[in-house]
């Protein structure tokens, strides 16, 4: 959307906002690992009827991705311009690229949250909602673009940087919309910071969303089938089910055989 707003005020804004794109899809992708092992976690547990459990699990997913978000926050306030320069950036967009870099980096904290929360609802079972806060929050941006990047009456034009505050200002919308959701009691979105059964951990999260593996969350595990009072039971389980047409197969190959084998053919060979 920034990028979109900010082509009247040439290539070099264009170019400055389009390569910051880079670093927070980076920033993205670490979010994954909470994102996935949560949605994971509140997912199996609201469907097995643990709301409050799927709620800690919740909590603890969006505290573990505002404290990740966090690291950005320190990026973006003290090293914008070192990591705009990693990208092997023109010089003279370095300037104006660390400074978008670096208010969007400020505020991705609430970006990660919203991003977490969208993967929870969405994962037990809403989707109509996010897509209505999504909505709002991209509505939000694209119409407060323009009046801080240009100005308008009483509002000063602010660049590329009124691009990158109008950026933030929609995540807050973002995440509000969300934990509105959640103080309302929203099935698909339970928050708690306690709950009885065993602990969620966010070790636990960490797990599922960096395993490579389909195993479950050890809390959620099915538990172990009792072992087989018997050898001959084991067997008779693991046994196929016999078909209903075996006896009359049997019993088929019993009259040919009792009209082709030896004893038949030695009666046909007797003189009367």
Known sequence: MDALWVRGLGVEATAAVTTSIFVMWAIYALNDIFAIG?????SQLL???ERRRAGVAAYKGLRASALLGLIGTVLGVFFARQVY???GSDPHLLATGSAYLAIVLGGVPLAMMALTCESIMRASG???TPLIIDLCAVGFNAALDPLLIYGWGPIHGMGVAGAAWATVAAWAM???GYLVVAARGHRALPLARRADGPPVRIAGMVRVGTSRSRARPRALAPPRSPPSASPTASRRSSSP???PSAPRARRWWARISARTGPTARSRSSKPD
């Open 174 to 176: 973002w995440i509000g």
């Open 126 to 128: 809403d989707t109509r």
């Open 85 to 87: 320069g990693l990208m």
């Open 47 to 49: 469907g097995a009827g």
């Open 241 to 243: 089910p016999r078909s």
């Open 38 to 42: 949560v949605t994971a976690y509140t």
